[in-house]
């Protein structure tokens, strides 16, 4: 048996290490989904370096609500959500000159990400084809509302999207409950948030294979799919049966949401027979379990209405706690409905570290979600704020380029940088 601090101590030297160190990446970027995927990127030890305009960079530093620094900057705090521990330069694009410093700089990068509306990086030739052509182990992500034209087009491909757009394409709006028929957006950025993971993940994939290939290729992410993904039990039960669950109902099983108990409400996930059998003994009503209505999910899911009236009095006797403990010691799936101020209370997210703390100079001490993915062999995330805009400028083009002092003055001076 290994020696129990031998193992210790050789897993302690090793957390310094994380998983994508000496990886380079290089980003276009605004508002979430690419900077989410960049991100992801950046916690795992890769140097991403974020490529802005001159004129005031990613939308998100000035995106509502919005403080300015001591030199009267906007700070937008969307910025604090998904852009710790990257690198800003600022780079004209469109400039000739800032063309080639970009060009230059994807020669030295493993991967390059990007969520500009398909096919403007092309229009500015520093699309896939291009970067691809001189830097053949190059890996690019693409994120877009439909995809671009190299992989799959898509006869959306030109038309403008937002996260939203993905959400109400996909079906998924139509999936909350709510009162009346109107859709209901469902007030984040679901869309965005996948795609940046999906995203990341294909970087990912992509990296492991051009280890054993040598060559790279692009990672096309569209929001509409990443949706799409999220809502495939409706697309799985619609095919099968020709079906739609009612808006807020689980597709396959009842009772599966939220319910309202003496002091606020809960959730019961009922799912599988031997679960509905445990459900039915926890609340001292055995008899549900021969009742023809509820003989298995799909039937419970169709009488809900019925079901629901029936274990309501045994919920709106007991408070959330009570309910909770008695669900829970019958080891049925339940949970109390936090709104987002539990979040700051919770032990597990504390204990997970899901909430970590930017000291941001403007904005003061502000707490973002932390990376969800927990290795073992890997310390924490750290928690660099967001860059200035162009703050790595130089530091970068010595690092990656080479370029001396005197060329970097004379690209500032020229409006490139």
């Known amino acids: 048996m290994t020696d129990l601090n031998t193992a210790a101590a050789g897993l302690s030297s090793m957390l310094g290490m994380r998983p994508l160190e000496g990886i380079r990446v290089l980003t276009v970027e605004n508002f979430l989904a690419a900077p989410y995927c960049s991100m992801w990127l950046a916690d795992a030890g890769a140097e991403v370096v974020k490529v802005e305009t001159r004129d005031g960079g990613d939308m998100a530093r000035r995106t509502s609500p919005v403080r300015q620094d001591a030199q009267g900057n906007p700070r937008g705090l969307s910025l604090l959500r998904s852009n710790r521990n990257k690198k800003s330069i600022t780079l004209d694009l469109k400039h000739p000159e800032g063309k080639a410093l970009f060009t230059e700089l994807a020669k030295e990068a493993d991967i390059v990400v990007e969520n500009l509306r398909a096919g403007v990086m092309d229009r500015l030739g520093i699309g896939y084809a291009e970067l691809s052509r001189i830097n053949p182990k190059l890996i690019y992500v693409a994120i877009s509302g439909f995809g671009q034209k190299h992989v799959l087009p898509s006869p959306f491909i030109d038309y403008p999207a937002f996260d939203i757009v993905g959400q109400a394409l996909s079906g998924l709006m139509n999936r909350p409950e709510r009162q009346g028929d109107r859709p209901t957006y469902l007030g984040f950025s679901l869309a965005d948030i996948e795609a940046g993971i999906l995203g990341a993940y294909g970087a990912l994939l992509a990296l492991i294979q ?208």
């Open 210 to 417: 051009r280890g054993r290939t040598g060559k790279g290729q692009m990672i096309d992410i569209s929001l509409y799919d990443a949706c799409l993904i999220l809502n495939e039990i409706s697309v799985a039960m619609y095919s099968g049966q020709k079906t739609k669950s009612a808006p807020g109902l689980h597709a396959v099983t009842a009772p599966f949401g939220s319910y309202e108990t003496k002091d606020g409400y809960i959730v019961i996930a009922v799912l599988g027979e031997h679960i509905w059998h445990r459900f039915c003994e926890a609340i001292g009503m055995p008899g549900l379990k021969d009742d023809p209505r509820f003989k298995d999910g799909v039937s419970r899911n169709r009488e809900n209405a019925a079901l629901t009236a029936a274990i309501s009095p045994w919920l709106l006797a007991r408070t959330r706690r009570e309910a909770l403990d008695t669900l829970l010691a019958a080891g049925v799936p339940a949970a109390a409905v936090n709104d987002v101020e539990d979040v700051f209370d919770c032990p597990h997210a504390a204990a997970r570290e899901m909430l970590v703390t930017l000291d941001d100079p403007v904005w003061g001490k502000v707490q973002v979600v932390g990376n969800p993915v927990k290795m073992s062999g890997v310390p924490p995330i750290e928690t660099r704020l967001p860059p200035a805009l162009g703050e790595n400028t130089d530091e970068v083009l010595h690092g990656w380029l080479g370029v001396d002092d005197a060329r970097i003055a004379e690209l500032r001076e020229r409006n490139v940088i």
